[in-house]
């Protein structure tokens, strides 16, 4: 049974830095693209960022460019998503999912509609 397990979330001061970690189980990443979301509470579900199956496409949300760095190790079946320099806007639950390309390793999206697969979330919290 394909499943994504993120963690690594958790409470930092504004300023400091976390690592999510997207642990598939199940199934190999190898023909995944993978995306990170956030959902903040009456917000909409934002695309963080995303890495295409080979690792040689990603994708950034301009309100976290320059911030976020989103890799990938196949050989232990992780996405990881480092983030720094957080903010209090960046407070939210932060989702991993996975879409499944056969031929191309190059592409990836910021769009939840694109994605069948997704983990329970893990909650990050930026507050003094």
């Known amino acids: 049974q394909l499943q994504l397990v993120e963690s690594g979330g958790g409470l930092v001061q504004p300023g400091g830095s976390l690592r999510l970690s997207c642990a598939a189980s199940g199934f190999t990443l190898d023909y995944y693209a993978i995306g990170w979301f956030r959902q903040a509470p009456g917000k909409e579900r934002e695309g963080v960022s995303c890495?295409?199956?080979?690792?040689?496409?990603?994708n950034y949300a301009d309100s976290v460019k320059g911030r976020f760095t989103i890799s990938r190790d196949n050989a232990k079946n992780t996405v990881y998503l480092q983030m720094t320099s957080l903010k209090p806007e960046d407070t939210a639950v932060y989702y991993c999912a996975a879409k499944q390309y056969y031929i191309d390793r190059y592409y990836c999206g910021r769009q939840g509609y694109e994605y069948g697969s997704w983990g329970q979330g893990t909650q990050v919290t930026v507050s003094s």
């Open positions: 890495i295409s199956r080979s690792g040689g496409s990603t």
